[in-house]
């Protein structure tokens, strides 16, 4: 039976987290776009609104979609996000039909379409969209609780969450309907349930991870990259095998096959039956070159993915930098866990440095293909910054946080898609050597144009300065602006509260009554 101490820690630690992602989400309001900036993003749209409005997987005839075996038209992705975002489009339906008719406009926004292809201008769409803000969010929960699970204090754990949430480039993904986030958020769901099962034993431990892990799976299957680095963490400890008999082995092994390994193979098996009703055939559209699609030269995107200043992961997360730190008292306490990380991080990144396409562009600006690593890389910082009392270590760690909370703006605030139209980025000469030129980089570019301020594209500020056909609401947006404001300033100051208390109530209890990471 559970001691009272353990409960209430879990449910202080809960009620932490919802605070970390209630400030996060609403902070992320005030950048929000209200519609999509770009062509995958309303692939997943029109086939949440497929399923919700005809119970099929059909979409128009727009930019990248394929014809199936039946000659109708079908997104090329993997499904999972887009039935996640079904409650959101059902709110947005929900709201067109009980908002008076002169609110619908200015919530809907301005009209984006071409042809059949529309970024913006329905409440579906603000609605459904806003599924990007609250993933981001419900990543910086999951992160806290992960930290905790590490053994992590309350306060470095909030910290090192919010520096994640509003420093990183985690901030920049929560303008974006896009398939990076949400895996994320699983993939270190995961990890946090696999670190529980290992110190408890418990098998339920064990099902959960792999279940979120087949979620995931179907939300993007590149998470299958992830999966070596998972099923070593299940399997090794310290003087394993020798330590165990042949039927401890068989029956651990046997274990982790049915936890982890069958709700992954029921999730593949699901993906290549939806490919099967939308092609005619297991592999997805275009599946059959993918092979021939990984021939980068290795130079070139590993130099653009650790030092360009146009596709750097650590100018898009400066605060990730912090793993060099963290990482000497990581390793010695953490051992399985620092090599589970390296083996993860070094797949992701050696896989999609030789795939074809590997800047992920046009979609978001940064290098959103290794976005599953931001989390990943800020979790030794929790833990180091317990021992961090030295005044260099504190001004390191707050320098990173205002340099990236500082970079995160502009590329919050512009849509990506002015920024690369503004400097003809698709016919720039060498193809994408923009990204290699300080001030032609989305980041500076970016800069410009938050710096010229008539191409910043939140939804607040076109709603008080109105567009075509529609006249401004400045004294509504200033309303909506004051709300959010207030309901952030609060969030925020419940939380300080509630770190401070969980600190004070600790220090409090005798040392044998602390509960133990895998309690809580």
């Known amino acids: 039976m559970e001691s009272q101490t353990t409960v209430y820690v879990r449910r202080r630690d809960l009620r932490i987290a919802l605070l970390l992602a209630t400030c996060s989400f609403l902070y992320y309001l005030v950048f929000y776009h209200g519609h999509f900036c770009g062509s995958d993003e309303v692939h997943l749209f029109e086939t949440t609104r497929s399923i919700v409005e005809r119970g099929e997987l059909t979409i128009p005839e727009i930019l990248n979609s394929e014809r199936g075996s039946d000659g109708r038209a079908y997104g090329r992705y993997e499904i999972g996000q887009s039935v996640l975002a079904i409650p959101f489009y059902l709110a947005g339906k929900l709201a067109a039909w009980a908002l008076p008719s002169g609110w619908q406009t200015p919530l809907a926004g301005r009209q984006l379409k071409e042809g059949q292809l529309r970024w913006g201008g329905s409440i579906e769409i603000f609605a459904t969209g806003l ?5 981001a969010a419900l990543l910086v929960a999951v992160f806290f609780w992960t930290e905790r699970q590490l053994g992590a204090s309350v306060r470095s754990a909030a910290l090192t969450s919010a520096i994640l949430g509003f420093c990183t480039y985690t901030a920049t993904m929560s303008g974006y309907f896009l398939r990076h986030v949400v895996p994320a958020a699983l993939l270190l769901a995961a990890l946090g349930w696999l670190r529980r099962w290992r110190e408890t034993r418990r098998t339920k431990m064990l099902l959960v991870a792999g279940v979120l892990l087949a979620v995931g799976v179907q939300t993007r299957m590149d998470l299958l990259l992830a999966l070596p680095g998972l099923l070593f963490y299940a399997i090794w400890e310290r003087g394993f095998p020798r330590s165990a008999s042949r039927k401890e082995i068989q029956g651990r092994l046997l274990a982790i096959g049915q936890a982890i390994v069958l709700p992954v193979v029921i999730s593949i098996a699901l993906i290549l039956y939806v490919n099967y009703v939308k092609w005619g055939r297991p592999m997805a559209a275009g599946g059959e070159s993918i092979a021939h699609a990984f021939g980068t030269p290795l130079y070139v995107s590993l130099y653009g993915f650790l030092f360009s200043p146009g596709l750097g992961f650590f100018v898009y997360s400066p605060p990730a930098l912090l793993v060099f730190s963290a990482w000497k008292s990581f390793w010695r306490k953490y051992r399985v866990e620092s090599i589970t990380i390296v083996a993860i991080a070094s797949i992701f990144l050696l896989s999609y440095s030789a795939y074809e396409d590997w800047h992920g562009l046009w979609s978001a600006p940064g290098p959103r293909y ?29 320098a990173l946080a205002i340099v990236g909370f500082i970079f995160q703006i502009p590329l919050m605030a512009v ?22 030129v300080p ?14 301020g008539y191409l910043v594209d939140s939804w607040l500020l076109n709603l008080r300065r109105g567009w ?37 109530r600790l220090r409090d209890l005798p040392t044998e009554e602390r509960p133990e990471p895998a309690a809580i």
């Open 468 to 504: 075509e056909g529609t006249a401004g609401h400045p004294v509504a947006a200033m309303c909506v602006l004051a709300v959010i404001l207030s309901l952030l300033v609060s969030s925020l100051w419940t939380l300080l509260r509630n770190v401070k208390e969980a600190e004070r």
């Open 439 to 452: 001030d032609h980089s989305p980041l500076a570019t970016s800069f410009r144009l938050f710096k010229e």
């Open 370 to 398: 290794l976005f599953i690593l931001v989390p990943l890389l800020m979790l030794p910082a929790g833990q180091w910054l317990d021992g961090a009392l030295r005044w260099t270590a504190r001004t390191w760690v707050g």
């Open 131 to 135: 599924f990007a803000p609250f993933a």
């Open 415 to 436: 849509n990506f898609a002015y920024a690369y139209h503004f400097l003809g980025y698709a016919d720039y000469r060498p193809s994408y050597s923009f990204l290699f």
